[in-house]
């Protein structure tokens, strides 16, 4: 996937549940043009907790004296009131944080990342013998782009990984290539076996270093592991077709089969004729000799395509598809790295002429729905037949410089594995969610329900914080008519996103409300992850979700950037739901059920291991409702060095 200069201009942009106490600490703060820290005091006294807490219950306002820095919000004159809250059913961690967190600055926990150097794109991925083999894009002579190769590594669960080989693929010695072995595919043949389709960047001329794409097969397909692949002997297998772009031409996709028996594959390209990115069909008989036979489907004005990814999502269920699956009860999802970001287009396929059709035209590639709203890029799926998932992995870059690579000697990690399907109440989108494996790792519970979240008020959560975590919340809908259908358009997801440039600090009648992550205790360093109602000309309201990174930390030489969208709020929907998993320096949000999702880079300088808190927070003018709390901290499965034993 790309060239180096893209990869530049990627890496650097711009108690008991229901029935425990409430414990409130209030700090009365004066509102100070200056944001020096005041003084405050509080006289002891006691007071019932609000409506949803239920009257047996005391809040216990204790005489409180401290120093205290500007929290995130003063409103005029108003006085905002923060609260400490303390949660029950927390269980007392039971490991030190040297034994949970890494000691080497923003170095994740649980996501996947090489010990050390460069990587980019997720490659090739399947479950073969009991193991799911990870293939990605890898410099193994350093930490920025360059000379590259497919590493490997294998895991039983998606989430304990072992690495395998860091140049399962390198380039050469042949001409095709010599400059590198580019993004690709893993295909399941026939007889069980896996085959590797791969960009080659080839020396084909000084001028044009033409991309073909290639073959390589198992050294042993006895060997569970896969660890040594064979480069196939008629490489290249499909060259650049007569008025292509030869240096536009990469990224194959997984091979499926079409009503006519035979192979097809698709390349990522531009058009030949117009001004945008393209997806190019080839098709075969034996999986080795191609033959390139129409584009599926372009669009105008996007940009070179990288990454396509093609495959089949139920109208109905959760459960994923074999590619090759094609019915009247399916749609198909076309995806392309473009822009600096991953689109996708819901429509059909037909397997017959060959031509895919989008459902709505206004939600093309390019201009439509996205993967991910945040830092998320060139990502691949697969299909895992054992659980009947489709399985998604993208590529995290880093938002700070190569100087600070080089520091920290790696850069870039995976996101987490995320299951995929087709949204039986939209039939238009996509919803994501954490592979449930994931939840292996929760350690450490907070857990409470029917509590509110005062108008201009911050609370501290106890009992379990670090920098990995997964806060899992549900806020109860405000009782005004919502305008739930968001049209799902990227112009209208860029208002969206410059809402939530404002950050945690403006208010609103509803919010910003949500959670504050990797903060320290003074609230210097803080990312925020929020829901922003705002009201639509028809009288109605849209919901906004936001990652803000502009206070995630004091240096001034990394990206802090605010993404966000409008979020699809059904009828149906009887909640407002966030789930954010934080891991050092990335931050993951899921916001309902998964509709829509932002990742964050972030590069806190204070709020690190343990002294990183999280924070509940309400800066709208109308109390909010929280139906229930869970938080858990997660417990660190860093990739093993050593194979695992078959």
Known sequence: MGSTAEYAALNNRGGDAGDGELEFVPLVIRSSPSHEPVQDEVQKSSMKADEGQGDNQQIEWAQHKRQWKLPICIIGAVVIVVVSLVLGLVVSESKSDMEVYSTELYRTGFHFQPQKNWMNDPNGMIKYMGYYHLFYQYNPDGPKWGNINWGHAVSKDLV???????????????????????????????????????????????????????????????????????KSPSNPIMNPGKGFNTQNFRDPTEGWIGADGQWRVLIGGTMLKGKG??????????????????????????????????YPVAMEGRDGLDVSTNTVKVKHVLKASTRNHDYYTVGTYDSVLDTFVADDPELEVGFGMRYDYGKFYA??????????????????????????????????????????????????????????????????????FNFTLPAGSVMAIEGVHGPQLDIQLEFNKPDMPMNLLFNGTDATSLVGQEVCANGTSHNGLYGPFGVLVLAEKDLLEQ???????TLAYDGTWKAIVCSDESRSSMQTDVDKASYGTYVRVLESDQYLTLRTLVDHSIVETFAQGGRAVITSRVYPTMALNNDAYFFLFNNGTQDIKVQSLNAWRMEAAPPDEMEPKV
């Open 527 to 533: 990312t925020g992850v929020f829901f922003y109602l």
């Open 379 to 448: 990502s691949k799926s697969f299909f895992d037949k054992s659980t009947s998932r489709r399985i998604l992995f993208g590529w995290v870059s880093e938002s700070d410089s190569d100087a600070d690579a080089i520091t920290k000697g790696w850069s870039g990690l995976q996101s987490l594995p995320r299951q995929v399907w087709l949204d039986p109440d939209t039939g238009m989108d996509l919803v994501q969610a954490p592979v449930e494996e994931v939840d292996g790792l929760h350690r450490d519970q907070v857990f409470k």
């Open 277 to 310: 990115g393209t997806a190019h069909l080839y098709k075969s008989r034996n999986f080795v000799n191609w033959t390139y036979v129409q584009d599926l489907h372009s669009v105008n004005y996007t940009g070179m395509w990288e990454c396509p990814d093609f």
């Open 160 to 230: 304990h990984w072992h690495h395998i080989n860091q140049s399962a693929l390198a380039p050469g010695p042949d001409w095709y290539d010599i400059y590198g072995v580019w993004s690709g595919s893993s295909t399941l043949l026939p007889d069980g076996t896996p085959a590797i389709l791969y960009t080659g960047w080839s020396n084909i001329s000084t001028s044009t270093q033409a991309q073909t794409q290639n073959l390589a097969v198992p050294l042993n397909a006895s060997d569970p592991l896969l660890r040594d692949w064979v």
